[in-house]
């Protein structure tokens, strides 16, 4: 049987987003409680104005991995599966259950690389609309031109995202992995 794949669609900005954010925020917390430092609305969904995937995306932050026992158990309880870090070092990514509005979690240390990676681009795009602009030019065009092909929609994205990484100081470490400043 043939896997259908679903078109990647690239929307222009919905205020409803960030409503929609804090709603998940909101019942992540409860099932968390004083496990969680805090949770992060990332991804382009967090920056008004910006075209994107209509898929919030939510960092957890946590003071420390070691909690991650705790945090599986309890996202587990309300619907989450637990999915590993697919490759990202000190991230941890659940599947959200199928009830609740289309987004992907994310639990992530406090000082981790992968957190600054989000927060940094994330607050790069906010404070210059410009390249948000830009971006969702570069996204609307990578979904057009790879609808079907997510892996090479998020390769086009790859050398922009970066290029506002080293913008911002991060560098390239010994191992190739690129290291917040």
């Known amino acids: 049987m043939d896997r259908i794949v679903k078109p990647i669609l690239v929307v222009d900005y919905d205020p409803e987003w960030p409503v929609r954010f804090e709603r998940l925020r909101a019942l992540i917390q409860s099932a968390l409680g004083e496990v969680v430092s805090r949770i992060e609305h990332v991804g382009s969904t967090a920056v008004p104005g ?40 000190a991230r941890q ?11 992907h979690l994310y639990v992530c240390p406090e000082g981790s690389s992968a957190l600054a990676n989000h927060l940094t681009i994330r607050d790069r795009l906010r404070s210059d609309p410009a390249l948000a602009r830009e971006y969702g030019r570069l996204k609307r065009s990578l979904a057009q031109d790879f609808a079907r092909d997510s892996g090479a929609y998020v390769a086009g994205k790859t050398q922009f995202l970066l290029s506002i990484l080293r913008a911002a100081g991060f560098h390239t470490g010994p191992d190739g992995t690129l290291l917040a400043p």
Do not use: M, T
Not at 51 to 76: G, H, T, Y
Not at 94 to 103: D, E, G, K
């Open 93 to 103: 990514a659940f599947r959200a259950p199928p009830n609740l509005p289309a987004h």
């Open 50 to 89: 910006l075209a994107a995937k209509p898929i919030i995306d939510l960092d957890v932050v946590v003071s420390s991995l070691s909690l991650l026992p705790l945090v599986i158990e309890r996202l587990e309880k309300i619907g989450y599966v637990h999915e590993g870090d697919l490759g990202i070092e």
